[in-house]
């Protein structure tokens, strides 16, 4: 009898608590609620589908040629901006500037820096007019002053306009006749290619290497996680503002710093190639010979600058690039032209690769899983494919392997339904 009595009592208990619940227990469930509705509320930073969609550009004068692609990839959204002047005003008419910038957080400051920056390194006055000789260190003396000054100018938009809290990278050549200037802020990069190889490239802005590490913890901050203070992954840009509040330092002191490094490289008309400028989208998937041999490969095909960039975005995102992607290539009267042996090797990788997706696609039917074009790609990453674009891979064939395997695939549905044996066999 006591037995039964706890039972009631126990089951009384559990009833009343399900229709009376503590005041505590309520508070708890609220919060629960306002934490999933404040994870619903925050906006997504990669999409379920990549957009593909390019704005693709070139040109030429001067001798020089351009081209340039802009892809937002995966990214929710597109915070990429650039500039490509081939000529500057008078008296820098042989002078050009071009650059990349990649935003975080937002675009604003990307889009007004690829606005503006240029009339801030144009108002120095520090550039040569007329006759006056070149001077490389006044010239990158200049370049920082205008980095610095569109950084503090942007502070004071930002707090009257109150901007979204967004910073840029930014990578960026000027050109003379007598030198390239290479600019670099952050972690996008630029290079150039002298002779078929690598001849100079920018270095990174990370947080972990010595001298910027220490330029942040004298700051008060801390490298955490590769970061800054465990949130930013580049220890130079412009903006991001919200790191440069150290009253005690130097606005090239602070946490994030925006000044740039500058390096001059004296040209060398009979063997300099091509310049590459890209953001970090980019450089995800190539490293430096990578990305220098798979652009003169692409060369040795096409005269169309656009379609090189084009190229090179693609190969990008199938190698695995999550990042907005924005790539500018220009040449110079020595870069490699079309060859008639390169593109005949072209034709004989296509032929061979169009042969060995019907192959496999056959051979993949005889399994119990059937074909796929996960299994074709998975086949040919395990065999020699002779020809492969240096750098790029068979990642970079993609598009060629998925037309061959969705034609084959959309012949062979044809040939069931106009002969109804060779279905009845094939179930």
């Keep these: 009898m006591a037995n039964f009595m706890r039972l009631v009592v126990s089951e009384a208990e559990r009833v009343v608590s399900r229709f009376f619940k503590t005041e505590e227990e309520e508070e708890e469930k609220k919060e629960e609620r306002k934490e999933e509705e404040e994870e619903e509320d925050v906006p997504r930073s990669f999409l379920t589908a990549p957009r593909t969609e390019k704005l693709l550009e070139q040109g030429e004068a001067g001798g020089l040629k351009y081209g340039v692609g802009s892809m937002q ?9 650039h500039t490509i002047c081939l000529q500057l005003p008078d008296p820098l008419a042989n002078w050009s500037f071009f650059a990349v910038y990649d935003g975080h957080a937002g675009k604003t400051v990307a889009q007004f820096c690829a606005q503006h920056l240029l009339e801030h390194v144009l108002a120095t006055q520090a550039l040569p007019s007329g006759e006056e000789e070149e001077d490389p260190e006044a010239v990158k003396e200049a370049i920082r002053e205008a980095f610095l000054a569109i950084d503090r100018r942007m502070q004071g938009l930002s707090e009257a306009e109150t901007w979204e809290h967004a910073g840029s990278t930014a990578v960026a050549v000027l050109a003379s006749p007598q030198n390239f200037y290479f600019i670099n802020l952050g972690d996008s990069r630029a290079l150039l290619c002298r002779s078929a190889n690598v001849a100079f490239y920018t270095d990174d802005h990370k947080p972990m290497k010595p001298r910027e590490r220490e330029r942040i913890e004298n700051a008060g901050g801390t490298v955490t996680l590769q970061r800054v203070n465990g949130s930013l992954a580049v220890s130079r840009a412009l903006g991001d503002f919200d790191y440069k509040t150290v009253v005690w330092c130097s606005p090239t002191q602070q946490l994030v710093s925006p000044e740039p490094e500058v390096e001059h490289l004296a040209r060398r008309p009979g063997e300099d190639e091509f310049l590459v400028l890209a953001c970090d989208g980019v450089w995800d998937t190539f490293d430096n010979p990578g990305l220098c041999a798979f652009v003169r490969s692409r060369l040795c095909l096409t005269g169309n600058l656009q379609d090189v960039c084009e190229c090179v975005l693609d190969a990008c995102l199938y190698k695995g690039s999550r990042d907005n992607m924005t790539c500018i290539v220009v040449c110079f009267p020595a870069a490699p032209g079309v060859s008639q042996e390169a593109l005949q090797k072209e034709r004989e990788l296509e032929a061979h690769l169009e042969k060995r ?25 395990t065999e020699p494919n002779p020809g492969l674009p240096p750098g790029g891979g068979l990642a970079s064939k ?8 969705e034609r084959l695939k959309q012949s062979r549905e044809e040939q069931k339904l106009l002969d109804p044996s060779a279905n009845a066999e094939s179930n």
């Excluded at 990839?73 to 901006?81: F, L, P, Q, V």
């Design 357 to 381: 997706v019907a192959e496999l696609y056959d051979e993949l039917l005889e399994q119990e899983e059937g074909p796929s074009l996960v299994g074709v790609f998975r086949c040919l990453a």
């Design 73 to 81: 990839g995966w990214r929710a959204h597109m915070e990429d901006a």
């Design 398 to 405: 993609r598009a060629t392997i998925m037309d061959a395997y």
